[in-house]
């Protein structure tokens, strides 16, 4: 297993994959030296603060998708994904580990497995059933219970003992909570078939409505809430109570759970019954959906349209006092996951001159150096590299004479630690760039907006 892990983290390099630097062997014991993941196991995120909101949960699984298949596009297979083999480096980028089950498959990519391996609530039915397995369709299993897992917070398949959660895995029925959106209910119904070959493929779950339209389950979700809901009268003297500030507080899921009450739906892996539709991993119609929300509630789906005009203001002026009375205006939700904030996506120049572009770059340099002595040969990433090593004492010839050692030796060793660290900084950098032109624009409209809400306030 320790074999076979070294010799996967050596021939995968992904961002979304862990990186090995060194392996150190001693008489008793061998270590591996991989780079550090700071924010943990993804399985004490979910149980320690609840499950992701999907517009969340929905860039980490891309993630985890596009890792798993630049595995098989190598010939590799996890054998291993779960929760707790998932770690996060920040709110919204994470990096698979564990590669100790993970097996190249010679023969092609139809190749027969016979080992059990993995973590039972894992597995999937052809583990327990036959005698031999292919192993991407059980790494799309995985993939398929963890998403379950990220976004619903416990598993689909339960049982105090090994036999009886093979028993439950076999037979099939799950629950799946109805407060979920319908692109993420048919996505893990399409990936949660009992017949591997009529699982949908890596590339299929990519191009998904759940992974391509993160944003549009919230939309529809609040489309659902303001038709379910009554309008609220305006009044002139209003008070708030407690109830309607937990309620003001509560996240998207739990509002639409309380005012659309829809039942969990009743799921089994071996029914087929509409579950090979074309469009069944795209179940909404997008520009069609759109233009109906926008007709009957234009606010309902934000950015995406027009902004509409707030009604008037009323002000009520009593002798001296002048002062802003009107229902407090519910805030726009914020982007929130298990109570911390969340990065803004904003795309930035690759040429742009406030930072090295040092992250985007992969290839064979990343993992060995070049085996050239011509620096112009090299790109910038590895130039700058190898110029810090030779600060070091680690010169061009020392750095191609360890290369056929390649993580057993301490230089090489040195060589990934540098080039790990340029591209984190590369990372950082381009993070500090995007906060920049994001804050700044605003910055004077957000001082101006808290000295109003200073100056606002209601009058019982």
Same mark, same amino acid.
Request: proline share 7%; hydrophobic share 40%.
């Given at each position: 297993m320790l074999s076979s892990e070294i010799g996967t983290l050596e021939c995968v390099h992904h961002p979304n994959i862990l990186r090995l630097f060194e392996v150190v062997e001693t008489l008793g014991r061998v270590y591996l030296v991989t780079e550090w993941i700071r924010g943990g196991e993804l399985y004490n995120h979910i149980t320690q603060g609840g499950p992701l909101r999907e517009i969340h949960a929905a860039p980490l699984f891309k993630q985890l998708l596009l890792a798993v298949k630049h595995m098989h596009s190598l010939g590799y297979v996890h054998r291993d994904i779960k929760a707790e083999n998932v770690l996060l480096l920040s709110e919204d980028r994470l990096k698979l580990a564990d590669f100790g089950f993970s097996t190249q498959l010679i023969n092609g990519p139809n190749q027969k497995l016979d080992t059990f391996c993995g973590s039972p609530p894992y597995a999937a039915p052809e583990l327990?059933?036959?005698?031999?397995?292919?192993?991407a369709p059980v790494d799309v299993w995985a993939l398929g219970i963890l998403l379950y897992f990220?976004?619903?917070?416990?598993?689909?398949?339960r049982a105090p003992t090994i036999p009886g959660l093979k028993a439950a895995i076999l037979k099939g029925d799950y629950l799946i909570p109805g407060q979920l959106s319908l692109p993420c209910i048919?996505?893990?119904?399409?990936?949660?078939?009992?017949?591997?070959?009529?699982?949908?493929?890596?590339?299929?779950?990519?191009n998904s409505q759940f992974v391509q339209c993160p944003t549009l389950s919230a939309e529809l979700m609040q489309h659902e809430i303001n038709l379910h809901s009554k309008p609220s009268k305006r009044s002139i003297f209003w008070v708030r109570s407690k109830s309607?500030?937990?309620r003001k507080s509560a996240s998207l899921r739990d509002r639409y759970a309380e005012v659309v009450k829809k039942p969990p739906i009743s799921m089994n892996t071996r029914q087929q019954d509409e579950m090979f539709v074309?469009?069944?991993?795209?179940p909404i119609e997008v520009?069609?959906?759109?233009?109906?929300?926008?007709?009957?509630?234009?606010?309902? &789906? $934000?950015?995406?349209?027009?902004? =509409?005009? %707030?009604?008037?203001?009323?002000?009520?002026l009593c002798g001296s006092l002048k002062k802003k009375v009107t229902p407090i205006e519910t805030e726009p939700e914020k982007q929130l996951s298990n109570g911390k904030l969340s990065a803004r996506n904003i795309e930035v120049a690759v040429d742009c001159p406030l930072f090295k572009n040092y992250d985007a770059e992969t290839g064979s340099c990343i993992m060995l150096p070049t085996p050239t002595d011509d620096l112009s040969e090299l790109t910038a990433l590895e130039f700058e590299a190898r110029q810090l090593l030779a600060e070091m004492g680690l010169n061009t010839e020392m750095l191609i004479n360890a290369r056929p050692s390649g993580p057993?030796?301490?230089? &090489? $060793?040195?060589?990934?630690?540098? =080039?790990? %660290?340029?591209?984190?900084?590369?990372?950082?950098?381009?993070?500090?760039v995007e906060m920049a032109l994001h804050i700044e624009p605003?910055?004077?409209?957000?001082?101006d907006r808290d000295k109003r809400a200073e100056r606002s306030c209601c009058i019982l």
């Open positions: 327990f059933s036959d005698d031999h397995y292919i192993g990220m976004v619903v917070g416990n598993m689909p398949f048919r996505l893990i119904q399409r990936i949660l078939i009992h017949i591997p070959a009529q699982r949908p493929s890596i590339d299929d779950i990519l309607q500030r937990l074309p469009n069944f991993l795209q520009g069609h959906v759109l233009m109906l929300i926008q007709a009957k509630d234009p606010s309902a &789906i $934000g950015e995406a349209t027009t902004p =509409v005009k %707030r009604p008037a203001r009323r002000f009520l057993r030796s301490d230089i &090489i $060793g040195a060589y990934r630690i540098v =080039v790990n %660290r340029l591209q984190k900084q590369s990372w950082l950098a381009r993070k500090h605003n910055a004077k409209k957000g001082a």
